[in-house]
């Protein structure tokens, strides 16, 4: 937890808000915190925040929050994922990971190699969903909350509703095969929607219908992933080449690693540039 997150309800007009879940817990257990120790917080879309500890015991923690003008939150999400609903097993790993990554719309959509009874999972529930997707964001340390919507059937909305919301070329559809993300990705600015298919991929009538809407089909190589996996390594490419300064700057201003470390980074960069550079 590298920020704590509350919700502006929890909190009375004084600023104080008393914990009792896992968030409690944690300031107890793992961060071992103290009467008076100073807190990274923030409210669930909302700004950051302070949180002084005013007492702490098992079954509870008082905390006062006020708002940080200093700190400095990650960019805005502006990227949006349209995934064919994964296994609930799946699912359950792979949110924390897409709020953590700064996606900020998940649509879960019905494929055709997508079986039905995925959609029966409790964790579409947001009783279940949140607090997996608040794990995320405490762990990068943002407040924006992705916005999480059940797409069936597909088609209709897609045509008349998703598809027309996006720029010419901030359309991409994830399909394994030969064509490099590289050439394909557009500069940071505009929001862009990235579709991604089952495990066993987009069938064709499904291809076809994406590229019928302008969706430019891409690969990240010609082994299909799972989908876990899949979206991992998506959403960091796409942020490496949309904001290649702002990653390397972030890298630079942590001022922690030795400098073997850095040169081994520096040598990864290299080589992801490398992979992701069309021949």
């Known amino acids: 937890m590298n920020r704590l997150l509350v919700w502006d309800h929890e909190c009375d007009a004084a600023g104080e808000v008393r914990l009792t879940d896992r968030r409690a817990e944690h300031i107890r257990c793992v961060l071992r915190a103290e009467p008076g ?17 005013v007492s702490i015991c098992e079954s509870h923690c008082d905390l006062r929050l006020r708002p940080d003008p200093t700190a400095c939150l990650p960019a805005a999400p502006t990227v949006d994922l349209l995934l ?5 097993k799946c699912l359950k790993r792979i949110l924390p990971q897409l709020a953590t990554l700064g996606v900020r719309r998940l649509y879960l959509t019905a494929a055709k190699r997508v079986e039905r009874f995925y959609f029966d999972t ?5 009783e279940h969903y949140l607090p997996l997707l608040l794990e995320g964001l405490e762990q990068a340390m943002d407040t924006r909350l992705p916005e999480l919507q059940i797409v069936r059937p597909l088609r209709n909305y897609l045509r008349d509703e998703l598809s027309p ?4 070329g901030h359309k991409l559809l994830a399909h394994p095969g030969l064509r490099s993300a590289a ?15 089952p495990e066993g991929g987009w069938v064709p009538h499904e291809l076809e219908l994406f590229e019928s809407l302008g ?25 490496f080449l949309r904001h290649p300064t702002e990653c390397a700057g972030a890298a630079g201003a942590s001022g922690k690693q030795q400098p073997a470390a850095e040169a081994e980074n520096g040598q990864i960069g290299q080589h992801m540039a490398e992979v992701a550079r069309p021949d």
């Open 122 to 126: 409790h964790l579409l529930q947001p």
């Open 84 to 88: 064919a609903m994964p296994r609930p």
């Open 165 to 168: 919301r996006y720029a010419p």
């Open 215 to 239: 969706f430019t089909r891409f690969s990240l190589g010609l082994r299909p992933l799972r989908t876990d996996m899949a979206c991992v390594a998506l959403l960091n490419l796409v942020d």
């Open 183 to 197: 050439e394909l990705i557009p500069p940071a600015g505009e929001p862009l929607l990235i579709a991604v298919g």
């Open 37 to 53: 120790e100073e807190l990274r917080a923030g409210f669930i879309n909302g700004a950051a925040a302070v949180a002084t500890v």
